[in-house]
């Protein structure tokens, strides 16, 4: 029985590892494959069954009028939307969770409760129900095909998550703290920040991470809004298909487009394995 | 310090409605400077609110708070100058033992030297001096629970420092030796100090005044000795002491003598102007023993059980349909069958409608 348990314990850590690892490897090879080593049949390692070259990943940083795609430009691009708007979500989502946490609203039969529901239920409407109002929001004001257009839409899009994730972790720091607070001296503000907030990191980096990888791997809106001036990385990726399936350039930016997360993911693991976390996501 | 007056307070939660349920009915009461105080009553009878009105966390209804005469009713908790420790330590996580317990100075901006005066000499008063470098959040429960008392003590002027049930997650024993540290902190810095609980024990052992309260009313205030020998109501005969008062349904026989079960026992009450005849009488079971050569004031019982406590026995016994219990030292032999037992008549309390004549 023990027996049993253990083996299966192991099997299926070893299926899930395999199901995670293997696409990535996959990409890892096909990256350095050529045209013939794709196409001409089956092959999985690298010296044995074909040759690597740099070919996939060198048209990556290449310029268009060279034949590449750069995806160095959208790369930076993605970066700055994706930081500024968690930045900005995290800052005006932590406003709002603390108030919504601490303070009792009421309007009409709108309560604390409706109101986290209210933001939440964005991200509940299909993304495509909301495609048109933002894309006639954008032109309205000038800003479609721009970063600062792509910034405003994203945290529309990422505050829900920050204010959900980080009401949760208020309501879960006992009251008494604030009052210890106010008891203390402090006025309303300063406890907030001087006491509260440095007691939340733990949400804070949660709420940051999921908006940074919501944020990250947005192509839907990317897509609509945007058409020549700017590119984000999810888009760019796509447009590198054509006629005759570039796989090897593909598999490069697929592994590059992964690896900022994988390196939040590293950090925010650290924090986990330190305990410091466990409260902020149960 | 301060002395704190609570004028007319009342307070509820829902003010505004035609019938509001009050948490805490009206009344007044002066806690005078340096005293230790306790609050003493059931769970949700409103002992919190009424310390939460003193530190500013809840706006009395109606009513005044007056520190040293000042009119603070509508002034915030920040400015109000009082410490409270609540039921769980509440600690700032992210700061050291030493940045705990000089937050509330460096709220006020006292100077550097000044700070570093208080918290060494807090911290050696409550044994947190090798800690001070350490992150609060790694010190044991009741030390966490002593840096939030400590906070309440750094700041020399603080009006009072109210605690909320602080001794609750403490080890007995420790509880113990944290209540004598109470004490002397109390002696030594002649701070006025509010405690809330619902432990008897507690209150008699720490404060030389107790308030105790039942369904947001203050039914009395007093030293232990009071309301341990002359409760006002019978709620607090029953609540103060182990074991309860021995109440009895009894009538009024004569103008000082009440009759339980038709045996006549002579009280020190003047019962000329009662109401109506069904009293009750009240008797702490430590001042109940057995007959001597009394001639008066005798029962007769049946012996139910006897207890060994370690340091007394105590005697159950049925009278008729009701039960008495006696205290009595652990030498004294006491007979299996029927015995009598002598009830003083200056330790005897009357009750009409549970309130004390």
């Given at each position: 029985?023990?027996?049993l348990y253990?083996f299966?314990?192991?099997?299926?850590?070893v299926?899930?590892?395999?199901?995670?690892?293997a696409?990535?490897?996959?990409?890892?090879?096909?990256?350095?494959?050529?045209?013939?080593?794709?196409?001409?049949?089956?092959?999985?390692?690298?010296?044995?069954d074909f040759?690597?070259?740099?070919?996939?990943?060198?048209?990556?940083?290449k310029?268009?009028?060279?034949g590449?795609?750069?995806?160095i430009?959208p790369?930076?691009?993605s970066?700055?939307?994706?930081?500024t708007a968690?930045?900005?979500?995290?800052?005006?989502?932590t406003?709002?969770?603390?108030a919504?946490?601490?303070?009792?609203?009421k309007?009409?039969?709108v309560?604390?409760?409706?109101?986290?529901?209210?933001?939440?239920?964005q991200?509940?409407?299909?993304?495509?129900v909301?495609?048109?109002p933002?894309?006639?929001?954008?032109?309205?004001?000038?800003l479609?095909?721009?970063l600062t257009?792509?910034?405003?839409?994203y945290?529309v899009?990422?505050?829900p998550?920050?204010v959900?994730?980080?009401?949760?972790f208020?309501?879960?720091?006992?009251?008494?703290?604030?009052?210890?607070?106010?008891i203390?001296?402090?006025?309303?503000?300063?406890a907030?920040l001087?006491?509260?907030?440095?007691?939340?990191?733990?949400?804070?980096i949660?709420?940051g991470?999921?908006?940074?990888?919501f944020?990250?791997?947005?192509?839907?809106?990317?897509?609509?809004l945007?058409?020549?001036e700017?590119?984000l990385?999810?888009?760019?990726?796509?447009?590198?298909?054509?006629?005759v399936?570039?796989?090897w350039?593909l598999?490069?930016?697929?592994?590059?487009?992964?690896?900022?997360?994988?390196?939040v993911?590293?950090i925010?693991e650290?924090?986990?394995?330190?305990?410091?976390?466990?409260?902020?996501?149960? | 310090?301060?002395?704190?007056?609570?004028?007319?307070i009342?307070?509820?939660?829902?003010?505004?409605?035609?019938?509001?349920?009050?948490a805490?009915?009206p009344f007044?009461?002066?806690?005078?400077?340096?005293?230790?105080?306790a609050?003493?009553?059931?769970?949700?009878?409103?002992k919190?609110?009424?310390l939460?009105i003193?530190?500013?966390?809840v706006?009395?209804?109606?009513?005044r708070?007056?520190?040293?005469?000042?009119?603070?009713?509508?002034?915030?908790?920040?400015?109000?100058?009082?410490?409270?420790?609540f039921?769980?330590?509440?600690?700032?996580?992210?700061?050291?033992?030493?940045?705990?317990?000089?937050?509330?100075?460096?709220?006020?901006?006292f100077?550097?030297?000044?700070?570093?005066?208080?918290?060494?000499?807090?911290?050696?008063?409550?044994?947190?001096?090798?800690?001070?470098?350490?992150?609060?959040?790694?010190?044991?429960?009741d030390?966490?629970?002593?840096i939030?008392?400590?906070r309440g003590?750094v700041?020399?002027?603080?009006?009072?420092?109210?605690?909320d049930?602080?001794?609750t997650v403490?080890d007995?024993?420790?509880?113990?030796?944290?209540?004598?540290?109470?004490k002397?902190?109390?002696?030594?810095?002649?701070?006025?100090l509010?405690?809330?609980?619902?432990?008897?024990?507690?209150?008699m052992?720490?404060?030389?005044?107790?308030?105790v309260?039942?369904?947001?009313?203050?039914v009395?205030?007093?030293?232990?000795?009071?309301?341990?020998?002359?409760?006002?109501?019978?709620?607090?005969?029953?609540?103060?002491g182990?074991?309860?008062m021995n109440?009895?349904?009894?009538?009024?026989?004569?103008?000082?003598?009440?009759?339980i079960?038709?045996?006549?026992?002579?009280?020190?009450?003047?019962?000329?102007?009662?109401?109506?005849?069904?009293?009750?009488?009240?008797?702490?079971?430590?001042?109940?023993?057995?007959a001597q050569?009394?001639?008066?004031?005798?029962?007769?019982v049946?012996v139910?059980?006897?207890?060994d406590?370690g340091?007394?026995?105590l005697?159950?016994?049925k009278?008729?349909?009701f039960?008495?219990?006696?205290?009595?030292?652990?030498?004294?032999?006491?007979p299996?069958?029927?015995?009598?037992?002598h009830?003083?008549?200056e330790?005897?309390?009357v009750?009409e409608?549970?309130?004390?004549?």
């Amino acid at each position: 029985m023990n027996k049993l348990y253990i083996f299966l314990k192991y099997f299926f850590i070893v299926v899930w590892t395999v199901f995670v690892v293997a696409p990535f490897l996959w990409a890892l090879t096909t990256s350095f494959k050529d045209f013939q080593s794709v196409n001409g049949g089956v092959t999985y390692i690298p010296w044995v069954d074909f040759e690597p070259n740099l070919e996939g990943w060198k048209v990556l940083v290449k310029s268009p009028a060279k034949g590449g795609v750069d995806i160095i430009e959208p790369y930076f691009n993605s970066m700055f939307v994706t930081c500024t708007a968690s930045l900005i979500s995290i800052i005006l989502g932590t406003l709002s969770a603390y108030a919504l946490s601490r303070y009792t609203f009421k309007a009409g039969f709108v309560k604390n409760n409706d109101i986290t529901f209210f933001f939440i239920s964005q991200r509940i409407m299909p993304p495509i129900v909301l495609s048109i109002p933002f894309f006639l929001f954008l032109s309205s004001i000038n800003l479609l095909d721009s970063l600062t257009g792509l910034i405003v839409v994203y945290i529309v899009l990422l505050m829900p998550i920050a204010v959900w994730i980080m009401v949760d972790f208020f309501n879960k720091v006992p009251r008494e703290i604030d009052e210890t607070a106010l008891i203390d001296g402090c006025n309303p503000y300063q406890a907030f920040l001087k006491v509260v907030l440095p007691n939340s990191i733990p949400g804070l980096i949660v709420a940051g991470m999921f908006c940074i990888i919501f944020g990250w791997i947005d192509f839907f809106f990317a897509f609509i809004l945007t058409f020549t001036e700017v590119q984000l990385l999810p888009v760019k990726i796509v447009a590198l298909n054509s006629s005759v399936t570039p796989w090897w350039s593909l598999s490069a930016s697929a592994l590059v487009s992964v690896a900022p997360l994988i390196i939040v993911a590293f950090i925010v693991e650290r924090y986990l394995s330190k305990g410091n976390l466990s409260g902020a996501i149960k | 310090m301060a002395k704190i007056d609570l004028s007319n307070i009342s307070h509820s939660y829902n003010p505004n409605d035609p019938n509001p349920v009050f948490a805490l009915n009206p009344f007044s009461m002066t806690w005078e400077n340096g005293n230790r105080y306790a609050i003493l009553g059931p769970s949700g009878c409103g002992k919190t609110t009424m310390l939460n009105i003193v530190s500013g966390l809840v706006r009395p209804s109606a009513g005044r708070i007056l520190f040293d005469n000042k009119d603070v009713t509508d002034l915030k908790t920040e400015d109000r100058n009082i410490a409270q420790v609540f039921q769980f330590p509440v600690i700032y996580n992210t700061m050291t033992v030493y940045e705990n317990l000089a937050f509330p100075l460096k709220c006020r901006d006292f100077s550097k030297s000044k700070t570093d005066e208080r918290v060494n000499s807090v911290a050696e008063t409550l044994n947190l001096k090798s800690f001070l470098n350490s992150p609060a959040r790694k010190l044991t429960a009741d030390q966490k629970q002593l840096i939030s008392l400590g906070r309440g003590l750094v700041r020399e002027d603080v009006a009072a420092v109210l605690m909320d049930e602080p001794l609750t997650v403490i080890d007995p024993d420790l509880k113990f030796r944290l209540r004598r540290n109470l004490k002397e902190i109390n002696e030594q810095y002649k701070t006025t100090l509010v405690y809330v609980t619902h432990d008897q024990n507690e209150a008699m052992t720490f404060a030389d005044n107790i308030i105790v309260m039942s369904e947001g009313e203050v039914v009395q205030a007093g030293s232990p000795k009071e309301l341990f020998e002359r409760p006002n109501t019978t709620f607090v005969g029953y609540f103060i002491g182990s074991p309860a008062m021995n109440l009895f349904e009894s009538e009024a026989s004569s103008n000082d003598s009440v009759k339980i079960n038709n045996t006549l026992i002579k009280t020190n009450t003047n019962l000329s102007n009662l109401k109506n005849k069904n009293i009750k009488l009240g008797i702490r079971s430590e001042f109940i023993k057995i007959a001597q050569n009394q001639n008066e004031n005798l029962v007769e019982v049946n012996v139910e059980k006897v207890e060994d406590l370690g340091n007394y026995k105590l005697i159950t016994a049925k009278m008729g349909n009701f039960i008495i219990k006696s205290k009595v030292t652990r030498e004294t032999e006491i007979p299996t069958q029927n015995i009598k037992l002598h009830i003083p008549a200056e330790k005897c309390c009357v009750y009409e409608d549970n309130k004390l004549i």
